[in-house]
């Protein structure tokens, strides 16, 4: 086993160990299975049909987010094994109190829970970072309009870079506004590119 996955697997051991937050019976923190990754996706948090089933984006979001990957050649059973998918938090949140979707977790919940995303960097060296919706784009590259992050590329540290993608659950009008739709198929053009580089190529150093 390389260090890194021995690194991950004390990672994962400890995080299905946290009980940080108070959430509800049975509600424990989803884990990414990935094994030598590369690339990070980053989204906001698991939703009631992950909470199920245990596994990171596996909702009507998780498909359309796997249909935009697949436009660029990314299909999802390589996307899960190579692809680290975490979130800004790991446990369900809970139905929204207006009972449309989930609630968004607190700004208490995601300072709780950053911890966990600083030491999957810090394992990972990640090459290329996705940040999925609003949550994850400001964790990542600090607040910004969408506008101004989609169809982009943002260099973080000499190795890697961050490619932002607007959440996929439909909840937002914003895809449908504008040239937005266009912004996305840029963003994920730069996704397939940097995906074929890494695994075409040697690891950074």
């Avoid at 019976?25 to 299975?33: D, N, T």
């Avoid at 094994?81 to 949140?93: D, G, L, N, Q, S």
């Avoid at 590259?141 to 973080?156: S, V």
Wanted: aromatic residues 4%; proline residues 8%.
């Amino acid at each position: 086993m390389k260090k890194i996955d021995q690194l991950l697997e004390v990672h994962r051991r400890e995080l299905l160990a946290c009980r940080r937050c108070v959430h509800g019976a049975g509600v424990r923190p989803i884990i990414s299975m990935a094994r030598d990754p590369k690339v990070m996706l980053v989204g906001q948090a698991p939703g009631k049909t992950e909470a199920a089933g245990g596994k990171p984006f596996a909702g009507r979001a998780g498909r359309t987010l796997f249909t935009w990957l697949a436009s660029v050649g990314i299909d999802e059973p390589s996307a899960r094994e190579k692809m680290y998918i975490a979130a800004v938090t790991r446990c369900f949140p809970g139905s929204s109190p207006s009972g449309r979707g989930d609630r968004v977790p607190s700004p208490a919940e995601r300072a709780s829970c950053a911890s966990w995303l600083a030491r999957e960097r810090e394992i990972i060296r990640p090459q290329l970072i996705i940040p999925v919706g609003r949550l994850a784009i400001d964790a990542i590259l600090g607040p910004q309009p969408l506008d101004m992050a989609i169809g982009r590329e943002f260099r973080l540290e000499a190795e890697t870079v961050a490619v932002p993608l607007p959440h996929p659950s439909g909840a937002s009008s914003w895809i449908h506004m504008k040239n937005h739709h266009e912004l996305v198929e840029h963003a994920l053009a730069r996704i397939g590119r940097h995906w074929t580089r890494i695994h075409r190529g040697a690891r950074a150093a």
